[in-house]
Structure formats: structure tokens, C-alpha cells
């Protein structure tokens, strides 16, 4: 089993460095670390009982590091293969053109990186992963090479540059007081007056990745002015990472520093997320734009973990299901926004521009992937029986069983929000007119129908991933607010 870890994170950067040197082979190269990946996960996964622990080299920390898989690991795992595989699937780049020579090894890059933070337990370690990921995310969100992407892309770089920053500086300063940055070496530290400050460090560079309001300005022109299989995997994948990492840090690292007024601040930074990304897209007229803002609003989701699942109290019963309800957030909304984007992708073909407008007619034009579209917006609203129903069910019972039914509002109040920026391009799809779009083969429309489904399934058939993300729940997950 611990030997299938390295390969999870070696295999698509040599699966990269493949599609460089034979550009025009890209997406069977893509594809064939596809089914390597799925098929180790799988054996991965099915096995998993118990955390697995592989020493790099037969060295344990902190001398040496350590690559580890727990439930919450393999959950992020799964999400990664099943969205990166049906996005190389989707991607209509081939040949060796410029586009298609650069998007088979960056996105191989991404998904390497990805995977690599998610096995990592070593501070420094995920610095790498998070700068392999940034080098391949800003790439591609330039891949168009036009003005705007390009743009966009700066203002990425220069926010993600500084999010970088502000974590190695936090590391740094944990090296420097404490000898150690294995992820569970650090709870037996002896405390030193310099921990609050590199845990704040460390906690805003990862807030500007992960773009929670009011450091979002970055996210929506990046995703989507890339490309749609591009913004697929920028929008379910990259900011997901990053708060992987928080997790880590807050749950498993440096449980003890969760002070009440920091879990607070959290909790209402992610609720003015989910508010001002749901207004935002009620006020866009294209459609990659409404979506990217709805990233904005439904990552202020799972920051409502802080306040309801943090802190160094007695434990009590409400804290495991407001993390895993936020961690089923996670991955169905990987799933659905996917999805949308690969949707987007296909209208933007059909009908040469992404305005809401154009969609009119889509419903006859292109009924699989309006389907998609409407399945995803489900689980994006938290209706049943999806995924994203089950998160948010988890994360609003929890509010009410902590006496803090205010943390209820955000997801009542984004879900209402979901519904009514994604009703104008569901409506503008079955508008009764004549379809102006050029037809889409139902085989191009099949991806994201299968991305949305399995936003769906993961809440009609929610017990086992529940019971995955309990194997290795890190023990702070159990305890609530002071």
C-alpha cells in the first residue's frame, strides 16, 4: 500500500515531462497517467483502513519526511483523479499547436502538484507543492494568450507571489523556533512567543490562495478568461489545496493556538464570502463570470469549519459533522463547478460567445450538457439529494446543536442566492426560440453530465465517503468552540 504513495505524485510530473519532449502525443500521454492514477487509487482506497505512512528514504522525521494518506488525503485524491480525468477527456486540444503543446504538460504539472500536497506532512514540502502549482495554474490561466487572459494572469501571479511569501515566512519562523516541521511533530512543541505570529503568516498567504473575500480579487478574471478545461480544474481543484493545508494546519499542526476571536474571524470572513460572491454573480451578464463568482461565495462555505469545528475546548458531539460536512462541501462542489465550466466551454463553442443571452435555445441545441448544467446547480444550491445537500444539512444541524444558529444564515442564505444567479442561464437555455448554437456531438456533452452526476451520487450514496473521511479525522475535528 505506502508504495503506491510516491507514485501518485511521480507519475504525472513524468507524465508531463513526457508530453514536452512528444507534444503531439499529449493527450494519450494525459490519459494514459489517467488510468494509472485511477487504477492505484482505487487499489488505494479499497484497502484503506488506517492511515499509511511511507519515510522517503527509511528516514522518519524530523531527520528525514514522511508521505502519509488518511481519509481526508484520499478523499482529495479521489476528487483530484476524477476531475483531472474527465477534464483531459473533455479537452479538445490536439496535434502540436501552441495551445495543445503547452496544456498536456501543465496540466499534468498541476495534477502532480496537487497530489504532492495532499501526501505531504512537511511544512516546507508543501511550500514546493503549493509554488508547483502556482507556476502551473498562472500558466494556465494565460494559455489564450489573449490581453484580458494575460491580465488576468499578472494580477494572479502577483497574488499568489505574495500568498507564497507570507507562508515561507511562517515556515521560517517555525523552523527557527522549534527545530521540526513535520505536521505531527508540531503539537508536542514547547510553546514560543514567535508560534502566533507564524501561524498568522502561514494562515494569510493561504487565504489569498485559496481567494476567501476580501482577497479574491484575483479569482474571477483568471478563471474565466482561461480556457474551459483550464477553469475547470482552477475552480474545483487549485483553491481546494490550499485549504487543504489549512486543515492541516488548524486541526492537526496547531490545534492549540485556535483562539475564539480567530475562529470568529474565520467563520465571518467566509459568511461575507458566500454573500458577496452570490451578489456578484447576480449582477454578471456572462457566464464563465457567474460561475467564478460562485466559486467566491461557495468557498466562504468551508471556512464555517473554524467556528464550528475549531478551537481547543472540551469535545463535543456537533464538531465531527460540521468537518465532515465541510469537507463533502469540498468535493461535491469540485464535482459541480467542473462540470459548469466544461458546459460553459461547449456553449462558448457552439454559440462564439459566453453571454447569458446566447444560451437561449441551448436546451434543444445541446440537452446532455443542460442536464449537466442543471444537475450541478443542484448540489451548488444544497438541494436533495445531492452532495452538496448532505454538506450543508451537516453544517447547518452542527450550527443549530452548537447554539450558534447565525452560522446557519450563510448557507441558508447562499443557497437562495445559488438558486436565483443560476436560474438565468437555466431559463435562458429552455427560452422557446429557434436554437442559434452549432450542434455539440453528445459525446462532448457526456463529461460533464458524468462530473455532474457524481455530484449527485456522492449524496444519494454518501455513507461510504462519509466513512472514509472518519479513518485518521485528526482529534481536534472532535472538539468545538470554547
Not at 17 to 35: D, H, N, Q, T, Y
Not at 96 to 110: I, M, T
Not at 185 to 192: D, H, K, M, V
Amino acid at each position: 500500500m505506502s508504495l503506491i504513495l510516491p507514485l501518485l505524485a511521480a507519475v504525472p510530473l513524468l507524465g508531463a515531462i513526457a508530453a514536452v519532449l512528444a507534444p503531439r502525443a499529449g493527450k494519450g500521454i494525459g490519459l494514459g497517467v489517467a488510468i494509472v492514477l485511477l487504477a492505484a487509487l482505487a487499489v488505494l482506497v479499497g484497502g484503506l483502513n488506517t492511515p499509511v505512512v511511507l519515510p522517503l528514504g527509511g528516514w522518519e522525521p524530523p531527520l528525514g519526511i514522511a508521505l502519509r494518506v488518511d481519509g481526508l488525503a484520499a478523499a482529495f485524491l479521489g476528487l483530484a483523479a476524477v476531475v483531472m480525468t474527465g477534464v483531459l477527456i473533455a479537452a479538445p486540444y490536439r496535434g502540436a499547436g501552441r495551445e495543445a503543446a503547452a496544456f498536456w504538460p501543465l496540466a499534468l504539472l498541476l495534477w502532480g502538484a496537487l497530489n504532492a500536497i495532499f501526501l505531504s506532512r512537511d511544512l516546507f514540502n508543501l511550500y514546493v507543492g503549493l509554488e508547483l502549482l502556482t507556476l502551473a495554474a498562472v500558466a494556465l490561466a494565460a494559455l489564450s494568450g489573449s490581453a484580458g487572459a494575460l491580465a488576468a494572469a499578472i494580477r494572479y501571479m502577483v497574488f499568489a507571489l505574495m500568498g507564497s511569501l507570507l507562508f515561507l515566512l511562517g515556515v521560517a519562523l517555525t523552523y527557527a523556533a522549534h527545530g521540526a516541521l513535520d505536521l505531527a511533530a508540531l503539537p508536542g512543541r514547547n510553546p514560543q512567543p514567535t508560534d502566533a505570529l507564524a501561524a498568522g503568516l502561514m494562515t494569510a498567504g493561504l487565504l489569498v490562495k485559496t481567494a476567501l473575500f476580501p482577497f479574491h480579487a484575483w479569482l474571477a478574471p483568471a478563471h474565466s478568461g482561461a480556457p474551459a478545461p483550464a477553469s475547470a480544474m482552477l475552480s474545483a481543484l487549485v483553491p481546494k489545496a490550499s485549504f487543504y493545508i489549512l486543515l492541516r494546519l488548524w486541526f492537526e499542526a496547531l490545534p492549540d493556538l485556535g483562539r475564539p476571536g480567530f475562529l470568529w474571524l474565520m467563520g465571518a470572513l467566509g459568511t461575507a464570502a458566500i454573500l458577496y460572491g452570490g451578489v456578484m454573480a447576480l449582477r454578471q451578464a456572462r457566464l464563465k463570470l457567474v460561475i467564478a463568482y460562485s466559486t467566491v461565495a461557495q468557498i466562504g462555505y468551508l471556512f464555517l469549519v473554524f467556528p464550528l469545528a475549531g478551537g481547543g475546548g472540551a469535545a463535543q458531539p456537533w464538531a465531527a459533522g460540521a468537518w465532515t460536512g465541510v469537507v463533502f462541501h469540498a468535493l461535491a462542489h469540485g464535482l459541480a463547478k467542473a462540470a459548469m465550466f466544461l458546459c460553459a466551454g461547449l456553449w462558448l463553442a457552439a454559440a462564439g460567445n459566453d453571454r447569458i443571452e446566447a444560451l437561449r435555445g441551448a436546451a434543444r441545441a445541446t440537452p446532455m450538457a443542460v442536464f449537466a448544467f442543471a444537475l450541478a446547480a443542484i448540489s451548488l444550491m444544497g438541494l436533495p439529494p445531492s452532495g452538496g445537500f448532505t454538506a450543508k444539512y451537516l453544517m447547518v444541524t452542527s450550527a443549530f446543536a452548537a447554539g450558534a444558529p447565525y452560522w446557519a444564515l450563510g448557507p441558508l442564505l447562499g443557497g437562495l442566492l445559488a438558486a436565483a444567479y443560476l436560474y438565468r442561464p437555466i431559463a435562458a437555455a429552455f427560452a422557446p426560440v429557434e436554437p442559434e448554437l452549432r450542434p455539440v456531438p453528445r459525446g462532448q456533452q457526456a463529461v460533464p453530465l458524468a462530473l455532474a452526476l457524481g455530484a449527485i451520487v456522492l449524496g444519494l450514496a454518501s455513507a461510504p465517503p462519509f466513512d472514509l473521511l472518519q479513518i485518521g479525522r485528526p482529534e481536534a475535528a472532535a472538539r468545538g468552540v470554547e
